[in-house]
């Protein structure tokens, strides 16, 4: 039985109360501000959105679950640290699982505690931005952002791939919402927000590489391209790379999730091999319907 309603608030619990709740056997979920949470869930979500104390340089990275969450933590970090890791054997993604490095708002930071000590959560350490992640939709984030100017990286994912890859319930969902809120933000406002693509990184990775870091601020100079530093960046962060080194393949998250189930198969279009056709096209016609008219398709 896995309900995680520990940690809640009386005050949440009477929010909860007035919002869309979905139960079975295994879940209890609340629907807060069109996102499917598990109830300590939500509770961390409004924690952030109560205390969080952004600075001005800080990053976001954002995804739905299942997105490739861990290779945009691991790509960010490689990014942001990289001048200062000439060792190749001394790099912080060769001792630490992207998710120890990169932690996540409502799921690591404020799951047991309103105010957290920000100094136990090791994200980029060495880094003069702090690196933090989350799922929560982007109107969620903002609010814990409250007029800071951080930059928020959202990976967005094809949501058959990503229905896949989870193969559970669905919390975070729905996933066309998700994606949207980071769509329409970074139309709006293109500098605090970039949208990437899981199959762009796959399909031309050295040129979105340079992108992120454009966007993050950290443009690789001419002698860094000539050296080969944004193929070398795109090694370390490989499937293969990331998912045969020891700290990845043992040991689990802070919320004892095995740190090798972030790594599966790492493909494009793999649901072809798990969904018949009748399934392929009514999830398309419920997404082509809810993206109608926004200029996103996933
Ligand atoms: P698959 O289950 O399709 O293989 P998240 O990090 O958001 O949990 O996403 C996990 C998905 O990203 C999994 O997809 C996983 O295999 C894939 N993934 C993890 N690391 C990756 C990497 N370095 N490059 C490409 N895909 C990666």
């Not at 350490?125 to 992640?133: A, D, K, M, W, Y």
């Not at 992120?212 to 860094?224: I, R, Y």
């Not at 740190?259 to 398309?284: A, C, Q």
Request: aromatic letters at 10%; a negative charge.
């Amino acid at each position: 039985m896995n309900v995680r309603d520990d940690n809640v608030s009386e005050e949440t619990k009477k929010l909860i109360s007035s919002l869309p709740t979905y139960k079975d056997s295994l879940v209890k979920l609340c629907k807060y501000q069109g996102c499917w949470y598990y109830y300590n869930t939500l509770q961390a979500v409004i924690n952030f959105q109560n205390n969080f104390q952004p600075q001005d340089t800080d990053i976001i990275l954002a995804s739905f679950p299942k997105s490739g969450t861990t290779w945009l933590k691991a790509l960010s970090v490689a990014l942001l640290e990289r001048s200062k890791h000439d060792d190749p054997l001394n790099h912080p993604l060769l001792s630490g699982n992207p998710h120890g490095i990169v932690p996540f708002f409502e799921i690591d930071m404020y799951l047991k505690s309103p105010t957290p000590d920000l100094t136990k959560f090791s994200s980029s350490s060495s880094s003069s931005s702090r690196l933090f992640s989350t799922h929560m939709p982007l109107h969620t984030v903002k609010q814990g952002l409250k007029d800071s100017p951080c930059k928020v990286v959202y990976l967005c994912r094809n949501a058959k791939d990503a229905l896949i890859s989870r193969c559970g319930v669905g919390f975070y969902g729905p996933i066309w919402d998700h994606a949207l809120s980071y769509w329409r933000g970074s139309l709006e406002n293109p500098e605090s927000v970039l949208f990437m693509r899981y199959e762009e990184l796959k399909r031309v990775p050295c040129p979105q590489l340079k992108r992120l870091a454009e966007f993050l601020g950290c443009p690789f100079t001419k002698e860094e391209e000539e050296s080969g530093l944004v193929e070398k960046i795109i090694e370390l962060c490989s499937f293969d790379n990331l998912s045969g080194l020891e700290v990845n393949r043992t040991g689990k998250t802070l919320t004892n999730v095995d740190h090798d189930s972030f790594f599966r198969k790492g493909e494009v279009g793999g649901w072809k091999n798990y969904l018949t056709p009748e399934m392929e096209n009514k999830i398309d016609m419920i997404i082509d319907e809810e993206l109608k008219g926004s200029g996103l398709t996933f």
